[in-house]
C-alpha cells in the first residue's frame, strides 16, 4: 500500500499529522457514528473486530501505547509477543517510510508518549494510508490502536462536511491551516490551487477559498457554492 499522499526527506511526524491527519480524525468519527458505545469482539489471532449486526472487520495494529509508562512500541517490533504477520503489515510499511526519508518516528521501535500523541500517530497513518477508521481497545491499561479499511463505514462527501471537518481539525490541533487546508483537499482527490494570499479547494463545481496572511493564520473563509 503506497502513501496516498507525497512523504519528503522534510517531513516530520508533525508535518505528517498536518497533511493527513484531518482525513484521519474524518474517518475516526465515522466509525465512531455507526458504532456508537458498544463493546467489540476482538480477536487478535485471526485479525477482526466485530460490534455485530454486520459489523465485523479486519483489522491491522499499528501499534500499542501503555499508560502505565506513557512509551508507544510498533507492532513491527514484536518479537516477545509474537503477532501474526498478516496484522502487523501496515505497522511494517510505516517503518520503511520512517527509514527511507528519516522520520524518526515511525522508524524508532519505541519511544515516550502520551494518549494526545497516540492518537495524531493514529489520524496519521489512517489519512496517510486511507484506511476507512481506527480504534483503541484497552486492556487493563495497554492500548492497542488498529485501523479498518470497510466500504461498510461510510463517508460523506460533500462541501458542508468538508468545510466542518476542516474547521474541527485546525482548530483543535496545532497544525499550519494551509498545510492541513492541501492535504486534506488532496486526500479526499479534490483540486487544490494556492496563491500568496489564499488557498482554493474545488469541489464539483463549488469553491472552498480560505486567506491566509504571511504567518499563515486564517484571515476568512469564503464558499462558493454550485446553482
Not at 85 to 100: A, M, R
Not at 146 to 161: A, N, W, Y
Not at 177 to 193: C, Q, S, T, V
Request: proline fraction near 2%; charge should be negative; glycine fraction near 8%.
Amino acid at each position: 500500500m503506497k502513501p496516498k499522499i507525497e512523504v519528503t526527506e522534510k517531513d516530520t511526524l508533525q508535518s505528517l499529522f498536518a497533511k493527513c491527519g484531518g482525513l484521519g480524525l474524518e474517518h475516526h468519527n465515522d466509525l465512531e457514528n455507526i458504532i456508537k458505545d458498544k463493546d467489540p469482539n476482538f480477536d487478535i489471532e485471526n485479525g477482526t473486530i466485530n460490534w455485530g449486526e454486520g459489523l465485523k472487520f479486519n483489522f491491522q495494529l499499528l501499534g500499542t501505547l501503555s499508560l502505565k509508562n506513557d512509551k508507544w512500541y510498533w507492532a513491527w517490533d514484536n518479537q516477545d509477543i509474537g503477532f501474526s504477520e498478516k496484522i502487523i503489515e501496515d505497522s511494517k510499511k510505516v517503518k520503511k517510510i520512517g527509514e527511507e526519508y528519516n522520520i524518526s518516528h515511525f522508524k524508532e521501535n519505541m519511544f515516550q508518549a502520551s494518549l494526545h500523541e497516540a492518537h495524531i500517530i493514529a489520524m496519521t497513518i489512517t489519512g496517510l494510508f486511507k484506511d476507512d477508521g481506527y480504534y483503541v481497545m484497552d486492556f487493563e491499561g495497554l492500548l492497542f490502536f488498529i485501523t479498518l479499511k470497510s466500504d461498510k463505514i461510510p463517508h460523506e462527501k460533500t462541501v458542508e462536511r468538508f468545510l466542518y471537518n476542516y474547521n474541527t481539525f485546525q482548530k483543535e490541533f496545532d497544525v499550519n491551516p494551509r498545510l492541513a487546508l492541501e492535504g486534506y483537499g488532496k486526500l479526499n482527490g479534490y483540486e487544490y490551487k494556492e496563491r500568496e494570499e489564499f488557498s482554493v479547494v474545488v469541489i464539483g463545481q463549488s469553491r472552498i477559498i480560505v486567506g491566509f496572511n504571511e504567518k499563515e493564520t486564517i484571515t476568512h473563509i469564503q464558499t462558493m457554492f454550485e446553482n
